[in-house]
């Protein structure tokens, strides 16, 4: 019986923890954050595209900065600066929509050369960097040393948009996917995900292979030069009709770079640098290639929103580990509670049939 209340309690303060982390989510809108290589600025907006301000200006440690993401645990912001060869960190509070303490992660000796693109591992161990200089993709463990030599291979050396493949069986490894932005590739690691290989192209279709999504068994993908989105199997690489075209094409973009899921669920944002500074915007698009609408444009005056949608990501509320622990012990102590009060309502039942008995 004590094992069974002590499997119990397990169970309850599980339910609690998850019940508590959904409603503190739920409590702090997600944000998608947008850098902007030509001001070294980090813009907020809603999921709805509205602008919600300028979360940081940094002309010290960032210089055209051209990849961005949030670390699992969402304590710390990364940016890609391309020109200064550096990954900066900051200390970032997504609530008080603050970031402190800037510190430079990882710099050339790591093998960073242009970072741009950057993506978790599934385990939150490692962030992988994906270099247009020619050097493959860098890995580094999160405290900023080396997790290994630079994954390289196939046609293209200059890699840009990275995203993480379905696995191929529920048990396997997830495949790291990579634009082959000079080869007009795609590239996929091995298992171990020490080494890439072709798994796309070349191909005209995809040329500047810049942004890279999967969306359930979906790749798409947008060609920088080819001014295109392009839609593919995930697993298999084989295209898929998007839009109305049979090849799986959107064309006539004016140098599409970014992909990230619409916030709202509607399908995925699309960052369109434009033919020039400042005419570009974030474009909505369905799953299915419909265009839904815009999401947001670029502004002539910094301080109302980016001039460059050059890259974004979308910052999600974790729950404190306090609020998670004392969610926790009132748990504990409820179930306590009513442990003891069915072992004293038991007690005294005992205790009345036994006077039953001996009457």
């Known amino acids: 019986m004590v094992v069974f209340g002590q499997k119990r309690l397990s ?7 998850f019940t508590l982390a959904d409603a503190t989510r739920s409590a702090v809108a997600n944000e998608v954050l947008v850098t902007d290589r030509l001001t070294n600025s980090v813009y907020r907006y809603s999921p709805d595209g509205t602008f919600l301000g300028r979360l940081l200006l940094d002309n010290l440690n960032l210089n055209a900065p051209d ?3 949030v670390s699992p645990d969402g304590s710390h912001l990364f940016v890609a600066s391309s020109q200064s060869n550096e990954v900066v960190r900051y200390d970032y509070n997504l609530g008080a929509a603050t ?4 510190i430079v992660f990882a ?3 790591k093998g960073l050369s242009f970072p741009n693109s950057m993506v978790f591992s599934p385990s939150g161990t490692t962030l992988y ?4 200089g020619g050097v493959g993709i860098t890995r580094l463990n999160l405290d900023g040393s080396s997790a290994g030599g630079n994954l390289s291979g196939g046609t293209s050396s200059q890699l840009s948009g990275l995203a993480f493949a379905p696995p191929i069986v529920p048990a396997s490894n997830q495949q790291l996917l990579a634009g082959g932005f000079d080869g007009a590739t795609v590239a996929r690691s091995n298992d171990a995900i020490d080494s890439l290989s072709d798994f796309i192209g070349p191909s005209n279709s995809i040329a500047g292979a810049a942004g890279l999504l999967v969306h359930d068994n979906n790749l798409y993908v947008t060609g920088l030069f080819g001014g295109t ?3 593919f199997n995930a697993t298999t690489g084989a295209a898929i009709p998007l839009g109305t075209d049979p090849s799986g094409l959107i064309s006539g973009l004016a140098f599409p770079q970014g992909l990230l ?3 709202n669920g509607n399908g995925l944002l699309v960052g369109v640098l434009g033919f020039a500074n400042g005419q570009g915007q974030i474009s909505r698009y369905g799953y299915d290639g419909s265009f839904i609408g815009v999401f947001a444009s670029a502004q002539s005056d910094p301080a109302l929103g980016f001039t460059e949608a050059t890259a974004f990501t979308l910052a999600v509320p974790e729950p404190s580990s306090f609020a998670l622990l004392s969610a926790a012990l009132v748990m504990l102590g409820l179930a306590r509670r009513r442990r003891i009060i069915r072992s004293a309502s038991a007690a005294l039942a005992t205790s009345s049939v036994n006077r039953n008995l001996a009457g």
Do not use: K, R
């Open 261 to 263: 899921d619409d916030p």
């Open 11 to 17: 169970l309850i303060l599980f339910v609690a923890l």
């Open 67 to 69: 990849g961005i993401v």
């Open 229 to 231: 989105l392009t839609e």
């Open 129 to 132: 960097v994906a270099n247009l």
């Open 99 to 102: 970031v402190s303490n800037p």
């Open 107 to 109: 710099d050339a000796s």
